[in-house]
């Protein structure tokens, strides 16, 4: 072969281990993209797909007190803001829960699964206590007069309120929240 096309020949494939490195290399990098990529479109579907209403963090100030002025809940019932410096009890509640107790469960990784009847639901009450029963810790259900809906669900900067009873919309709304820590620094 003559020397121009021996040249054009080397230009086009490298010769040997060089080569070889190359095509290893681009390989690599065109898997690494490919999965980021993957990685990326999951990562936003599952955000994407994440029940309830984004809502924006208030902070997670302590308070000494329940009447100690501070910046008013962005939600009812909130989801994030000043709160006390201890939490309530897990699981059923028959009274109210005062909304600075409420949000340091929030903020311990707890969910609220609260309800307001108009007239007496005995048969709503019953339906969500078996529900919050079936976890030991981090969710409580209680009472919260005065709500716009007959239920609503809060986690940390999260809320879903609803009118009819939907056991598995709360089932995936505790799964998705239960046990996510938002302390911060």
């Not at 936003?44 to 007190?65: S, T």
């Not at 810790?137 to 609503?152: D, E, H, K, S």
Request: charged content about 25%; aromatic content about 8%.
């Amino acid at each position: 072969m003559d020397r121009k096309k021996a040249d054009k020949v080397e230009k086009i494939r490298p010769a040997g281990r060089e080569g070889h490195r190359r095509r290893l290399w681009a390989t690599g990098l065109t898997v690494a993209v490919v999965v980021a990529a993957l990685v990326g479109y999951w990562a936003y579907r599952a955000a994407a797909d994440l029940p309830g209403v984004k809502l924006p963090d208030l902070g997670n100030a302590h308070i000494q007190m329940a009447t100690d002025p501070h910046v008013p809940y962005n939600s009812e019932p909130p989801t994030s803001g000043p709160h006390l410096p201890y939490i309530a009890p897990w699981g059923i509640h028959t009274a109210p829960i005062v909304k600075e107790l409420q949000v340091h469960n929030l903020e311990d990784g707890g969910v609220m699964v609260q309800y307001h009847c108009v007239t007496p639901c005995p048969d709503l009450v019953a339906k969500l206590t078996e529900i919050v029963r079936r976890y030991e810790t981090q969710v409580i259900l209680a009472p919260y007069p005065g709500m716009r809906t007959r239920i609503a669900l809060t986690a940390w900067a999260r809320l879903d309120a609803f009118d009819d009873l939907d056991e598995v919309r709360i089932v995936r709304f505790i799964r998705a929240y239960r046990g996510i820590d938002h302390h911060k620094g």
